[in-house]
């Protein structure tokens, strides 16, 4: 984890580092599964045979897990430079229920 700009407690701090981990696995398995999908994608496109129906769904996923990747960047971005687990709206401190339930949230419930 970055350097903190705040101060916070050691258990805090433990659960946004198993956060931040949690973050970097999804990552990594987005990644692997994006790869296969692209090559997927790509052999469909290949395929005349292939319903332009099942082509839009298979963009469409590709799409998503894109997506997802960027919010899984921008939320390891956050972590690396402190600003992970507080409000981007009001700065509040997330609380930690909430970062494990949406890890890529950078609002609190009273500003999302």
Known sequence: MGSATRSMSPERANALARIGEGLQHT???????LRELESALADMLRDRGTIQEDRDAAQRVVD???ADLR?????????DEGRYGYCAGCGAEIPTERLEAVPTTDRCARCV
């Open 64 to 66: 998503s897990v894109r």
């Open 71 to 79: 919010l899984y960047g921008k939320a390891l971005a956050r972590l």
């Open 27 to 33: 990552v990594q398995q987005n990644e692997d599964r």
